[in-house]
């Protein structure tokens, strides 16, 4: 079986060899390496629930054949984000109402707790570097770019856990957000815009005054507010009113 380098162009640095936009992948982490990049295509949304998942341009993509691309849905299947077919094709897992109403509570609790640890422990660097994605994030409201705000934000929630130092608790809440895929959570209104807005500045006000209390009532509805998003997306894709499918779509 003949694994091939990948030519990565993904919206991500290249490793290894910087500048050539070329990153070699050794033979035995293909499968690997295709499940990250495929997560991460799930995670931004351009591969979006229920779409049919195009192999053929994936492998021209990255320049790899059938099978390691296959090893690596198959991982994708295990974690529940990809449904495999029985005519050998897959599609991206649909995120229902009963998963979301079983997640978000669990996913509530777990980042109202990183935040509370979080409040105990956190220095001066890690304050300067959220509030450096606080400016990034009212940057991404003046442009209306929902995308890169949702990522921005989602990247805080990420530091605040790597701040808290609990590594099955961030390991629990990445898994769980991930099968909940945050994406699918747009659609903001401006009201909406301007209330998310608020809850960050709140968010980042109980971090700098080392109040766990405050963060955990804040980040406890937010995710609420998130999960109503999620529900509202839903919706909209069943009325047919979401957004054009991505190319990545068969």
Known sequence: MEYEKIESKLEMPPVGLAGSGRRAIERQALPDELAARLRDMIIRGELRPGSRINTPLLCSRFGVSRT?????????????????????????????????????????????????????????????????????????????????????????????FTVAGNKTLKKCYETLTMKLQWQSASHHGLAEWRQTVEVQKHLLHALQVRDGELWSLVAYRHVLHRAALLFRGSDLRASGKASIASKWDK
């Open 68 to 160: 390691p691309l296959r090893e690596a849905l198959k991982m994708l299947a295990t974690e529940g984000l990809v449904q495999l077919l029985p005519n050998r094709s897959a599609v991206v897992q649909r995120v229902t109402d009963d998963v979301i109403n079983e997640i978000i509570p669990i996913v509530a609790t777990l980042a109202a707790l990183a935040g509370r640890i979080a409040c105990a422990r956190i220095d001066d660097n890690a304050l300067t570097e959220l509030n450096a994605m606080h400016e990034t994030l009212l940057h991404h409201l003046d442009q209306r770019d929902e995308r890169s705000y949702m990522e921005v934000e989602n990247a805080f929630l990420a530091t605040v």
